[in-house]
């Protein structure tokens, strides 16, 4: 059973290819994004919470999304593709611990990497389909690269520290980073990453 993350900053495309190797390998797409924001379209006490944050483009506090992802790993047997989490070092802590709860096994960390232009295109392009107030605001967009620069980006070190990190361009076009995905998985599952 795999568990991969795809990892990198808001904007390069983790939610779009996170659903197509989901589909393609059979994984279940576990993106801790859309589960918040479940939480805040159906009004819950959690949605409630961290419906300011999410505005302002802070991330939420740890202990709230490592609850929720204990929550999906507790409800399936699937192997999983977390797009969004880990976003701090803590909450990477987090998933090692929550991974060997649950009797599974990190396979691999796939960062997609693309410049800092591209992704403030890509999430203006977004804005205009997703209905995100994130994506439609230019200082949100700017605090939330800042959220990724000081907190998130840190956790590549983590990863390549345990050798689980690989990185791809994710620069072009869609069917070509998904080429590259496809790639790296194709090598994960044929054992030789
Ligand atoms: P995303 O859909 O991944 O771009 O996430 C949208 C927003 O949800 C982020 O800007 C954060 O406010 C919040 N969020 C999603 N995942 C996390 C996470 N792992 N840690 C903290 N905040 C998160």
Redesign the pocket.
Known sequence: MKNIVLFGA?GVG??THAGILAEKYDLLHL????L??GEVAQGTPLGLR?KA??E???????D??IALVDKALASTEQGIIL??????VQ?AQALDFLLRNHRRKLSCVISIDASRDELVRRIHERAVISG?T?DADDNVIRH?LE?YDAKTKPVTDYYKVSGLLVSIDGSGEINQTSMRLCKVVDMLLSGNV
């Open positions: 808001p983790k939610g993106s801790t994004g859309d918040l924001r961290v944050s999410m302002r483009g802070d991330l939420v506090g740890d709230v999304v797009d969004g989490f880990p976003r701090t909450q995100r994130d939330r959220e």
